[in-house]
């Protein structure tokens, strides 16, 4: 893994820097990858796409918070690896510094990102399913219905089938438009809208970096492909 002298320079010098995370960000953190090493998540013998899903939510809401108390449960051990700290360091960097992810497990925030573009919502809110309350989840415990209306809560995460928190996407495209530098950490570029944001980056003249020990249906696209560990290849940029 080498990394280019033009590389090198435009991030000494850049201005406008997007980050884009998938799961690929917190692997080395013990986050299950949902794709990719043969480690495709099951619950209960429901592929991640069945019991996260909008449908599942219909159908079966007890059995969609089992698998989201499971998850939040491994999740409250775990913490930010050398990548998420990189990438916290990185928004003091840059005049203009945007962090958009696809992850729901709050990790860029625990290593002290500020201002993280959530695609996909987060593991550690809850909402109400009629008049949309949010609830913390970090401090206390699951309410069993909302406060205000009394009606179900449901995971504040998006689920397959739905649509994505209203803005969040289009703020981030207004900032990948606008970077002259994009990387692209940790995700299989598989699922849109996200995965969209590296090409509008492109598009508009940014100089696109992958990160992933694998290859993904973006790196052909990408100025740059940086064949590593997120959490080894991006401390590196700092020496
Ligand atoms: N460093 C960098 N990348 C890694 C690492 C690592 N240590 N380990 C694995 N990866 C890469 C894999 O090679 C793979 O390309 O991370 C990627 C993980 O891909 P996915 O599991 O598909 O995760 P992601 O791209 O975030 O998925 C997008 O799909 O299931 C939905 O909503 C969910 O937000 C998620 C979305």
Redesign the pocket.
């Known amino acids: 893994m080498h990394i280019s002298a033009e590389l090198r320079e435009l991030f000494a010098g850049a201005n406008r820097v997007l980050v884009l995370t ?4 917190s ?2 953190s013990g986050v299950p ?5 043969g480690n495709t998540a099951v619950w209960k013998g429901m592929p ?2 069945v019991i996260s899903s909008a449908e599942m939510v219909e159908r079966d809401l007890p059995a969609v918070w089992e698998w989201f108390d499971y998850r939040r449960h491994f999740l409250e051990e775990l913490k930010p690896n050398p990548a998420h700290y990189a990438i916290a360091r990185w928004q003091d960097r840059f005049a203009e510094f945007t962090l958009v992810t ?2 729901i497990d709050g990790l860029h925030q625990k290593a002290g990102s500020r201002e993280v573009i959530e695609l ?1 919502g987060n593991i550690w809110r809850a909402r109400c399913t009629a008049c949309g309350t949010a609830y913390n989840m970090a401090q206390e415990k699951r309410p069993d219905a909302c406060f205000e209306c009394g009606d179900l809560l449901r995971p504040d995460v998006v689920l397959f089938g739905e649509m994505l928190p209203r803005g969040a996407f289009e703020f981030a495209a207004v900032r990948a438009s606008a970077s002259e530098l994009c990387f692209v ?7 849109y809208p996200a995965a969209g944001l590296p090409e509008i980056a492109k598009a508009a003249g940014a100089y696109v970096v992958e ?4 290859r ?1 249906p973006l790196s052909s696209q990408c100025d740059e492909v940086l064949t590593g ?3 080894e290849v991006l401390p590196l940029f700092e020496r």
């Open positions: 998938g799961a690929g960000v692997a080395e990858t949902f794709r990719g090493g991640f796409d696809q992850n996909h950490v940790g995700t299989s570029a598989l699922v990160v992933n020990p694998e993904t560990k997120a959490g």
